[in-house]
């Protein structure tokens, strides 16, 4: 009788540890108290491998950002880690690591590492926290986010962006990030509410669909402005109560959201210019 359990303790265990393999579908339940939540996923974070840009990504990070104002060791450590050459075109990867933008094609671009950086201390993401971002592009932001958090949930407009971005960071091994085709204006409302949102791409309002989508207690930044100007980038805060507020942070100048908000911002303008126009 002993040896039958012994057996059946066995391939309980077994089967646990098989179970174990896969990354739950959701993040499990916060404390209500805004701890740090403990992640015990097997493939989380995902390990790179040592390469001949290792000793770029030092340098950038200790001239670019921790020189400025970035403190957050989550962010550095991010910024130290993610291979920010796999995600440009392979004729530009000499120069990921540069201080600047670099295109990515569909007239879309990847953002400096300073502003990934600013932009992602700016949300406060911590372990455990679920994250929405619109505008995947190239995928890097995203990776960047999935080092500190492997709850990240991202959207993308643009077909061939979206298929390249979900492509490179499978193949960089974060398989906790869900990537989307779709138009990021309304969000991800079956995933909603999120800790933390940021938008890559200029808007000329802050969507009311992110805002509803943002938790209690939740922060969400975004560049608000004219396309193909300079804009503000805010960050916008729900306090417990849901109250929200906004603050301005500094000048940016960031590619246009498209979809539904482009859409309105064109036909507005549009509008505007036709009446601007002598009869």
């Known amino acids: 009788m002993r040896w039958q359990v012994g057996w059946l303790v066995v391939l309980c265990a077994l089967a646990g540890a098989q179970e174990g393999q896969k990354p739950p579908p959701a993040p499990p339940p916060g404390d209500g108290k805004g701890q740090e939540k403990r992640i015990t996923l097997p493939d989380w974070p995902p390990k790179h491998e040592d390469d001949r840009f290792g000793p770029n990504r030092?340098?950038?990070?200790?001239?670019?950002?921790?020189?400025?104002?970035?403190?957050?060791?989550?962010?550095?450590?991010?910024m130290k880690t993610v291979p920010r050459h796999r995600f440009v075109p392979s004729g530009l990867r000499g120069r990921a690591y540069e201080d600047r933008p670099l295109p990515i094609g569909y007239d879309q671009t990847?953002?400096?590492?300073?502003?990934?950086?600013?932009?992602?201390?700016?949300?406060?993401?911590?372990?455990?926290?679920?994250?929405?971002?619109?505008?995947?592009?190239?995928?890097?932001?995203?990776?960047?986010?999935?080092?500190?958090?492997?709850?990240?949930?991202?959207?993308?407009?643009?077909?061939?962006?979206?298929?390249?971005?979900?492509?490179?960071?499978?193949?960089?091994?974060?398989?906790?990030?869900?990537?989307?085709?779709?138009?990021?204006?309304?969000?991800?409302?079956?995933?909603?509410?999120?800790?933390?949102?940021?938008?890559?791409?200029?808007?000329?309002?802050?969507?009311?669909?992110?805002?509803?989508?943002?938790?209690?207690?939740?922060r969400m930044i975004l560049p608000v402005g004219a396309p193909f100007a300079v804009q503000d980038l805010r960050l916008v805060r729900k306090d417990k109560e849901g109250r929200v507020r906004t603050r301005s942070l500094y000048a940016v100048r960031f590619v246009p959201l498209t979809g539904s908000l482009g859409k309105k911002a064109k036909r507005k303008k549009d509008k505007k210019d036709k009446k601007a126009k002598p009869d």
Do not use: C
Not at 66 to 73: K, L, N, Q, V
């Open 110 to 218: 990847i953002s400096q590492p300073y502003i990934v950086a600013s932009m992602t201390e700016a949300l406060k993401v911590k372990r455990g926290m679920k994250v929405l971002e619109i505008g995947t592009g190239s995928g890097y932001q995203a990776a960047v986010l999935a080092q500190i958090t492997p709850w990240v949930f991202t959207i993308e407009i643009k077909e061939w962006l979206h298929v390249r971005a979900k492509g490179n960071l499978k193949r960089l091994g974060y398989k906790t990030v869900r990537a989307r085709h779709g138009d990021g204006y309304y969000g991800w409302p079956e995933a909603a509410p999120f800790d933390a949102i940021i938008v890559t791409a200029a808007a000329p309002h802050v969507p009311p669909p992110l805002v509803k989508q943002l938790k209690n207690g939740g």
């Open 58 to 78: 030092e340098w950038m990070v200790r001239t670019q950002i921790a020189s400025r104002d970035i403190i957050d060791p989550l962010v550095l450590g991010a």
